[in-house]
């Protein structure tokens, strides 16, 4: 049993007392994964992220910066109360209303839970199953005040740890540069792209009030992120981290006796990276190739290059960008898919424009004119003159379970969930609905074939890690009736 993720579920509520059901399966993941889970009774302390310094795992110097004036602080805040209370439109619409967003299963716990001791209702927990398993999801550390979507929260992550047939659960947020800014001022400051633009004069008011904040030293972004790491979990390189495509990804360690802590923010030495360009942010969704151990990811951008292709090697140092210019405006990508010798990406309908915030909008929204494309690169190309695009029309990737080669690496299979109602993702996402379907790529005619798999809503797939980019016969998702 190794560590695993699944994001954006409804949070475990039971109380201090978690009862574990006789209902598990082996399966026997290769050798790093192992690493992230200390067998010793190491202390681990947390390295604090706040306003003045940023320590990450590679690289131990302090990123200074300027000490927050409390007068200013105080002005801030009164303009946050007065935006809030005086030029948010109300009532809010039910996707950024947190009285409809968290509620029922989506309801936020309130505190941390140190690691507790799980009584094991029926059966008894083998002693070879040795492991933690851990899920990853939004969880906002204050109650909203106003707009609010289900994405916003900061990320904390659940876990059950198994050892010598005994259990424990734990849940701790992830000590990101947001989180523990916030903390320390006691309330929420940084603006989401998905809720906070409500209306012309709110969303003014927080683009200037961000702004005074970034200039007078109170939030520096650019030193430190902003993201919230609350989508998922990966290992990269033999170590764990939580991630957010929004920021670089934290690590994070999971203790001998079932705590988690977090390390810091990592930019895996942050080369490779384009002149006049800078390495902040990449998918929460790396795939890991069980050979070589290299991790393959990508960051898009709301400037040109809007799309990057890059690399992790075995050792965790980050390789040469990969700039994909074929991208002509900033497209939200979420999730790829590699196989043994291509990256394959969806170009999708959903967008990021800047300037619909001046018109009281939220920048992410769905073109709806848009073809979306699925474009094919060699895995280890370095730069995009070999990429080639098709045309997919209909095609909004959720995620990719994963993609193998066949007919000696003529034909590239992809398992894809689907929006096929990607206009309801933003506003309703209880009602969107995603699709399993195969799509066969022919990197000799340049032509795709694409037939569904199933009738039932899917999404959030996990497979064996060992079959990434190699052809698999299981998955595992939830499903929606």
């Known amino acids: ?57 590679d690289n131990n110097n302090n990123n200074r910066t300027r000490k927050p004036n409390p007068l200013l602080t105080t002005l801030f805040k009164s303009i946050d109360d007065f935006t809030l209370g005086s030029l948010d439109k109300f009532p809010l619409p039910p996707s950024v209303d947190p009285k409809n967003v968290l509620s029922g299963n989506y309801a936020p716990v309130e505190n941390e839970l140190p690691p507790t001791a799980c009584e094991v209702a029926e ?30 929260g900061d ?8 050892s010598n047939g005994e259990a424990t659960f734990c849940r701790r947020y992830i000590k990101t540069y947001k989180y523990m800014m916030e903390r320390d001022l006691g309330y929420p400051i940084i603006p989401s792209f998905l809720s906070s633009f409500n209306g012309v004069m709110a969303s003014l ?65 942050g080369g490779g990276v384009a002149a006049g360009e800078e390495f902040l942010g990449m ?49 939200v990508v979420h999730d790829f898919a590699v196989t043994e010798n291509y990256a394959v990406f969806n170009e999708g309908k959903m967008v990021i424009t800047p300037a619909e915030i001046l018109r009281g909008r939220r920048p992410v929204r769905v073109d709806g004119g848009k073809i979306p494309r699925i474009g094919v690169i060699e895995k280890y190309a370095r730069d995009e003159s070999g990429m080639w695009w098709v045309d997919a029309p209909g095609l909004n990737i959720s995620h ?18 689907n929006y096929t109602t990607v206009e309801m993702v933003l506003d309703r996402l209880d009602m969107g609905q995603t699709t399993l379907e195969e799509i066969r790529i022919n990197t000799k005619t340049k ?16 497979i064996n890690p060992a079959f990434v980019g190699k052809k698999n016969r299981y998955d595992g998702q939830i499903y929606s009736d």
């Open 1 to 57: 049993m190794d560590t695993l993720s699944s994001s954006y579920l409804p949070k475990y509520t039971q109380s201090f007392l978690l009862k574990i059901q006789k209902n598990y399966s082996f399966t026997t993941f290769h050798e790093p994964l192992k690493k992230p889970i200390s067998n010793t009774s190491d202390i681990f302390k947390f390295k604090k992220i706040n306003r003045k310094t940023q320590t990450t795992p």
């Open 283 to 331: 998918t929460a969704h790396p795939k890991v190739d069980p050979d070589t151990g290299e991790a393959f990811a990508f960051r898009y951008h709301v400037v040109a290059p809007h799309l990057t292709f890059f690399r992790i090697d075995s050792e965790g140092r980050k390789q040469a960008d990969v700039a994909i210019r074929g991208v002509k405006t900033a497209t």
């Open 447 to 462: 032509k795709i074939r694409r037939r569904p798999l199933s009738d039932r809503v899917l999404d959030l797939a996990v």
């Open 123 to 152: 059966g008894s927990i083998p002693i070879c199953l040795n492991g933690a398993y851990l899920r990853n999801g939004p969880n906002p550390q204050f109650s909203p005040r106003g707009p609010y979507h289900l994405f916003d």
């Open 400 to 417: 990719a379970v994963n993609a193998w080669e066949e007919d000696g690496g003529d034909t590239v299979v992809m398992v894809v969930t």
């Open 155 to 162: 990320g904390m992550i659940q876990m059950i740890r198994i």
């Open 205 to 269: 008011a927080r683009v200037a009030v961000t702004a005074a904040r970034v200039i007078t030293g109170e939030f520096t972004p650019a030193v430190n992120g902003y993201g919230t790491s609350n989508i998922s979990v990966a290992v990269i390189a033999g170590k764990l981290y939580a991630l957010g495509e929004s920021d670089l990804p934290y690590e994070i360690k999971v203790t001998a006796d079932g705590d988690l802590v977090t390390l810091g923010r990592c930019d895996f030495g």
